[in-house]
């Protein structure tokens, strides 16, 4: 039996919470791309190394921001605007509209469909040919897979691991486009993978049980926590596992700014809200 992972908990719920919910035909339209990413989104966030806090929350993001809120496979424009675009492979007449942005992350550009299917039949020989079939990108499971195949093969783990929104927005669109949203959505995507994280410790699920730290505390979970604060902008002194004054007024800000109990007390719920911060050397420290 396997226990559950951060990466496996992610549901249909998780994605609902980052985004409105839409009523009426569009509403259904919603539901049906949920329940279609949702049906396979954590084996892939797995398969892939998404798995992290941070990880995980900026593919959410982005993919939502996007798709417009999971409510559209693919872009409303008609593609037009890309016609010619060389950069993206459209050198045959009707290449902007036939290759417009599809899926979650929106593909776009002859040349990205063909790398795609190149890509995905060397997992899945018999899959279509998505330069052939471009309409396919906008259907699951294939939809899915085209996500994954964008996120993986421009790196986007090792920026997501700076939390760095900005670059990750540069690769996913080439530029700054809906910053204030991605950045909100972002936002609503680390407060849902920390609930996650929080139940999973609650659970005591495949989660090291945490350590209750506070004023006087000494010693490596301490440097850990020093160094989760320092990467979230909260911590400005020297990392010496030492909880004194200068810790405690760390913690207390990152309470405020996460709407917790603010006592300066490290217990599982502040816990799980420095955990995206850390690195995987800083966990093994």
């Given at each position: 039996m396997h226990l559950p992972t951060l990466a496996s908990s992610v549901d249909a719920s998780s994605l609902y919470a980052i985004v409105p919910r839409s009523t009426g035909l569009i509403g259904q339209k919603q539901k049906a791309i949920i329940a279609g990413f949702a049906a396979i989104l954590p084996e892939m966030l797995i398969a892939f190394e998404v798995t992290s806090a941070l990880r995980i929350a900026h593919l959410l993001a982005q993919v939502a921001h996007e798709c417009d809120g999971f409510c559209t496979l693919e872009e409303y424009a008609s593609g037009a605007a890309y016609e010619s675009r060389k950069d993206l492979g459209n050198v045959k007449a009707g290449d902007g509209k036939r290759y417009k942005g599809r899926c979650p992350l929106q593909l776009t550009g002859r040349d990205n469909y063909r790398r795609f299917t190149i890509w995905m039949r060397d997992i899945k020989p018999k899959c279509p040919d998505f330069e052939a079939q471009p309409e396919l990108v906008a259907e699951f499971p294939w939809a899915a897979w085209a996500v994954f195949f964008f996120w993986s093969t421009k790196k986007l783990n090792a920026i997501a691991d700076r939390d760095d929104l900005i670059a990750v927005t540069k690769v996913v669109n080439g530029g700054r486009n809906g910053l204030g949203d991605r950045r909100l959505k972002l936002g609503k995507a680390k407060s849902v993978v920390t609930a996650l994280q929080v139940k999973l410790i609650a659970a005591n699920q495949n989660v090291p049980a945490v350590k209750i730290l506070r004023r006087g505390s000494e010693g490596p979970a301490v440097e850990q926590l020093q160094r989760g604060l320092a990467a979230a902008g909260f911590?400005?002194?020297?990392?010496?596992?030492?909880?004194?004054?200068?810790?405690?007024?760390?913690?207390?800000?990152?309470?405020?700014?996460?709407?917790?109990?603010?006592?300066?007390?490290?217990?599982?719920?502040?816990?799980?809200?420095?955990?995206?911060?850390?690195?995987?050397?800083?966990?093994?420290?």
């Open positions: 911590y400005l002194l020297s990392i010496d596992g030492d909880f004194g004054p200068g810790t405690e007024a760390a913690v207390k800000l990152l309470q405020r700014s996460r709407g917790l109990l603010v006592d300066g007390i490290v217990g599982e719920k502040t816990a799980a809200m420095i955990q995206p911060f850390l690195t995987n050397e800083d966990i093994a420290a």
